[in-house]
């Protein structure tokens, strides 16, 4: 199985920051690879798909990089609707998710 | 507009059986594949199925292999997932998802989930 891990686990960033999760796999899965938005009682959101492709009606200032075993999700100017918890999930084999990355408020 | 609506929402005993469904709309149900992904309390995400659009092919983690089926039923537009020898360690909300691109790649579209506490 592939295992994916994400980091930090936690963050603290104020409206307007830079913020970056990183998504390490355990073994190379090209770009098979989607980030997701989860607030709490709430449907997950896919964000990105492909690793790097924006799905449709997610704004610009998500972005997804990388390929092989090393990824990552920039958010440019965070905004106070993101606070929320971010998963990466790779698709080679078997889905598997990333433990999650929770952004609080500063 | 695509929506998922997952019931079934329950209590069960240690060693007992559920089945929990999810009603989609929205969509022409029999061309995706449709998954099941659950959050027990506190943790995160964790996939557990995968049904292609024909419900010929199937797919589980293995942490629920031999004990969860998955099926589905096109005439009624309807995910299910049965549940047996339910442990303390399958409580959790479990969302119904919308396979973006076949089966056992990346959902698209997720319902608000359902539920199941499994009590000792």
């Known amino acids: 199985a592939v295992q994916l891990t994400q980091s930090p686990s936690s963050l603290s960033a104020s409206v307007g920051d830079r913020v970056t999760i990183t998504c390490r796999a355990s073994q190379d899965i090209s770009t098979a690879l989607a980030w997701y938005q989860h607030k709490p009682g709430r449907a997950p959101q896919v964000l990105i798909y492909?690793?790097?492709n924006l799905e449709s009606g997610v704004p610009s200032r998500f972005r997804g990089s990388g390929s092989g075993t090393d990824f990552t999700l920039t958010i440019s100017s965070l905004q106070p609707e993101d606070f929320a918890t971010y998963y990466c999930?790779?698709?080679?084999?078997?889905?598997?998710f990333g433990g999650g990355t929770k952004v609080e408020i500063k | 507009e695509v929506r998922l609506l997952e019931s079934g929402r329950g209590l069960v005993q240690r060693g007992g059986s559920l089945r929990v469904s999810c009603v989609a709309s929205?969509?022409?149900?029999?061309?995706?594949?449709m998954a099941w992904v659950r959050q027990a309390p506190g943790k995160g995400l964790e996939w557990v199925s995968s049904i292609s659009d024909s419900g010929e092919y199937t797919y589980y983690a293995d942490s629920v292999r031999g004990r969860f089926t998955i099926s589905r039923d096109n005439s009624k537009n309807t995910l299910y997932l049965h549940m047996s020898s339910l442990g303390a360690e399958d409580t959790a909300v479990y969302y119904c998802?919308?396979?973006?691109?076949?089966?056992?790649?990346?959902?698209?579209?997720w319902g608000q989930g359902t539920l199941v506490t499994v009590s000792s």
């Open positions: 492909h690793a790097s």
């Open positions: 998802a919308r396979e973006a691109a076949g089966p056992t790649t990346y959902f698209d579209y």
């Open positions: 929205g969509f022409t149900f029999s061309k995706n594949s």
């Open positions: 999930q790779q698709y080679n084999l078997y889905p598997s």
